[in-house]
């Protein structure tokens, strides 16, 4: 029994007030746990089963995890079988620590962001030029933009101009990109157990990009089997071209992964404005075609 609970209570002093404070557990909670702790220590196994039930509870429903009436419910199940010293030890705790004070929520509402009104990228540059950190800070976010060759749109456009899969030993596999974004038949082959990555690259014109990211779902005789989601980055405006690779994969491998498969790819931005959509198959094989 005592090695239980020294466990127990290395956990909860493991668990530093920071991390509870993130989770809206509060400062008071995290010192209500550590003192049901240290008086659960020398009690006996059913007080040692509620300590690790009341623990689990509190921080999966100050995660979002669990309702207010699941721990009420645990509480009335506790109090039929424990003392009822325990459970209004556990009660309090729950209505001290469990919920975001009155305080907590005035500071959340102070603290949200309000979004001014959207500028085009000229706007953006060519306001402040009187503060010159300013504008030093800007030239160095912008990099090698021109903006007198910048559209006066509020509306990021991108282009994807080439893709391609990179294998190790392998030349890069150039992939057309048809300009309905719909590829007819086959759009390539890849080997069982290969590792392959892909590569892009892109422009950006008008405005700045904000959060553009590639997803990729695959299918298999209709049922999804795999996703993928990169977020890219956010980019400036300029005449240069911009190259991503997604991490490294793995093709699955064995007669059952080998087949054809159904995929979409899409390019997107924070404001979920798509610039790009594939629909297209592929084939997985034992060797390269």
């Not at 009104?117 to 000229?122: F, G, V």
């Not at 976010?141 to 994807?160: C, R, Y």
């Not at 084939?283 to 075609?289: E, G, M, N, P």
Request: aromatic share 8%.
């Amino acid at each position: 029994m005592i090695m239980i609970t020294s466990l127990h209570l290395a956990i909860v002093r493991f668990i530093n007030t920071d991390i509870l404070r993130r989770l809206h557990f509060g400062v008071v909670g995290y010192n209500k746990l550590l003192a049901l702790t240290n008086k659960l220590k020398s009690n006996d196994g059913n007080n040692i089963y509620l300590l690790t039930l009341t623990v689990c509870y509190i921080l999966f429903q100050s995660m979002g995890f669990v309702e207010k009436m699941d721990i009420e419910k645990c509480e009335a199940y506790s109090e039929a079988e424990d003392s009822n010293e325990v459970v209004s030890i556990n009660r309090n705790m729950s209505e001290c620590s469990l919920y975001v004070t009155e305080d907590d929520d005035d500071e959340d509402v102070q603290g949200k962001i309000q979004i001014g009104p959207r500028r085009t990228l000229k706007e953006q540059y060519e306001a402040d030029k009187d503060d010159e950190s300013l504008m030093r800070w800007k030239e160095q976010l912008l990099g090698a933009v021109d903006i007198n060759s910048v559209a006066e749109t509020l509306d990021p456009e991108v282009k994807i101009l080439s893709l391609a899969i990179v294998s190790p030993g392998r030349e890069d596999l150039l992939l057309r990109i048809p300009d309905n974004g719909k590829v007819k038949g086959t759009w390539f082959t890849l080997k069982e157990g290969s590792r392959y990555s892909i590569k892009f690259t892109f422009q950006v014109h008008n405005n700045i990009v904000s959060g553009l990211k590639y997803t990729n779902t695959v299918w298999k005789t209709g049922v999804k089997v795999d996703k993928t989601k990169e977020m890219i980055g956010t980019f400036s405006p300029q005449q240069e071209l911009y190259t991503h690779i997604i991490p490294e994969d793995t093709t699955p491998s064995g007669i059952l992964a080998r087949g054809s498969y159904s995929a979409k790819t899409k390019f997107l931005d924070d404001d979920n404005k798509c610039y790009l959509e594939l629909n297209y198959t592929f084939d997985i094989r034992k060797d390269w075609k």
